[in-house]
């Protein structure tokens, strides 16, 4: 069905996708946080306890043993391997995928557009992974265990932590939410790599062709182990890091150029002016 809805948009170019992107994003935003936001207000009495048992879980003295047994080096390069994985997975920071559709917004300054982007970081990983976070946190499912014995986590462990507070309805909606961020991530990655093919090959055909590759590729990671998908996912991120993070330091004395300017001729007569209002 994803391959299908997906062939559907992408055949239908750029102006498709940014429609279609321009409905779901904001939907799917609204409801979860405004969903979060409601299991929170329920279990609000549980959320100091939730608190103290994700510290409690992190700073265990079978943590601690860990690292004194001679693991600790390991233990790090683990934590930081699944954070920056994960962190990256959530808004993109330093991947340069973002740039790609900053490219396509009409603005007199690249800094103004890039504080603008800055709050996609701040949404993505502040707030909605705060509300995440303060979900399970409350709802007394953390350090859930399944039939076999291993504890719940991931998807399963939200899904449980809003069904706590909203029944089946919970359920249903981190299944919509994960199927709206699956569906628009889908038609967001199109639309880079389709730039970036623009790029190198400027020709229709070309971009034609791909959008059907995209779609068979779909559905190929619709269809494969999720482990597999993760591994190929972050191992890819990383190639994309690598150049990106290179260039960004080439060009870091450019782009500090860029933001003295941006704040010297627009924010600093801006907030002189609001001030002067303010005073009268």
């Known amino acids: 069905m994803i391959t299908g809805l997906a062939i559907t948009v992408l055949l239908g170019g750029i102006k498709s996708i940014g429609k279609v992107s321009g409905i779901l994003v904001p939907f799917m935003a609204i409801l979860y946080v405004v969903s979060?936001?409601?299991?929170?207000?329920?279990?609000?009495?549980?959320?100091?306890?939730?608190?103290?048992?994700?510290?409690?879980?992190?700073?265990?003295?079978?943590?601690?043993?860990?690292?004194?047994?001679?693991?600790?080096?390991?233990?790090?390069?683990?934590?930081?391997?699944?954070?920056?994985?994960?962190?990256?997975?959530?808004?993109?920071?330093?991947?340069?995928?973002?740039?790609?559709?900053?490219?396509?917004?009409?603005?007199?300054?690249?800094?103004?557009?890039?504080?603008?982007?800055?709050?996609?970081?701040?949404?993505?990983?502040?707030?909605?992974?705060?509300?995440?976070?303060?979900?399970?946190?409350?709802?007394?499912?953390?350090?859930?265990?399944?039939?076999?014995?291993?504890?719940?986590s991931g998807v399963n462990l939200t899904i449980m932590a809003f069904q706590s507070a909203l029944g089946p309805a919970g359920g249903w909606v981190i299944t919509i939410g994960i199927m709206l961020f699956a569906f628009s991530t889908i038609l967001g990655w199109e639309y880079y790599?389709?730039?970036?093919?623009?790029?190198?090959?400027?020709?229709?055909?070309?971009?034609?062709?791909?959008?059907?590759?995209?779609?068979?590729?779909?559905?190929?990671?619709?269809?494969?182990?999720?482990?597999?998908?993760?591994?190929?996912?972050d191992t890819m991120n990383g190639f994309m890091a690598i150049p990106n993070l290179i260039c960004l330091l080439l060009l870091s004395n450019v782009i500090a150029k860029e933001c003295f300017e941006y704040q010297d001729r627009i924010i600093t007569p801006e907030r002189m002016a609001r001030k002067a209002l303010k005073n009268k």
């Open 193 to 233: 790599g389709e730039k970036s093919l623009e790029y190198l090959i400027r020709a229709p055909i070309a971009t034609k062709i791909y959008r059907f590759v995209y779609c068979i590729f779909t559905f190929i990671g619709a269809t494969t182990a999720l482990e597999v998908v993760w591994d190929i996912s």
């Open 36 to 152: 979060g936001l409601i299991v929170i207000l329920i279990n609000f009495e549980n959320v100091p306890a939730g608190l103290t048992e994700i510290f409690t879980m992190a700073f265990s003295p079978t943590a601690i043993a860990g690292g004194v047994g001679g693991t600790i080096i390991a233990s790090i390069l683990s934590a930081m391997r699944w954070g920056v994985a994960r962190g990256v997975f959530s808004n993109e920071a330093g991947l340069g995928s973002a740039p790609i559709a900053a490219a396509a917004a009409v603005t007199d300054y690249p800094s103004r557009q890039g504080y603008i982007n800055m709050t996609g970081t701040f949404f993505d990983t502040l707030v909605t992974c705060s509300i995440t976070g303060l979900v399970i946190a409350s709802s007394g499912v953390l350090g859930t265990l399944d039939a076999s014995g291993t504890m719940v």
